[in-house]
């Protein structure tokens, strides 16, 4: 496996458009990997398009050309049984995640993982967009 790395760029243009990656840190208490939900909320911002989650602790990541309505929530279930992508307008939206990574992969680590959103934001600015995950640790026996 290929490891990447990226810089982190943020910046504006005269358009008012912005380009971000936020970074967090996901603690996962538990002893086991947690298949989380990752849910994006864009707020009140005119126009915003998710391209990527990336976490930076494991390297996986997954891919999207994804544009969101003012206003729209997109909730990411990556656990193996249950994978899915629900727009609060639309419903079901398969087609938002490209190819070239496996959902089922995308994992939380035992411990602190460092989890990237990559958003291009533009418009208005009296919203913002944001992002956070869902999940129960694991473990992997009885104590």
Known sequence: TVKKNYDLYIGFNDSDTSYFAGTAD???DGTSIVYPQIVIDCGSITSATLYKVRNETTGQELLFEYDFLDG???TID???KAQSIVSSFFGPRPGAHLS???MGQFALQPGTN???CFVDESGAPS?????YLLWKDAYKSQD
Request: net charge negative; aromatic share 0%; no cysteine.
């Open 26 to 28: 996901a603690a996962n």
């Open 72 to 74: 729209e929530t997109l």
């Open 78 to 80: 990556l656990h193996p």
């Open 100 to 102: 070239g990574d496996d």
């Open 114 to 116: 460092q989890i990237t």
């Open 127 to 131: 919203g913002n967009v944001t992002a």
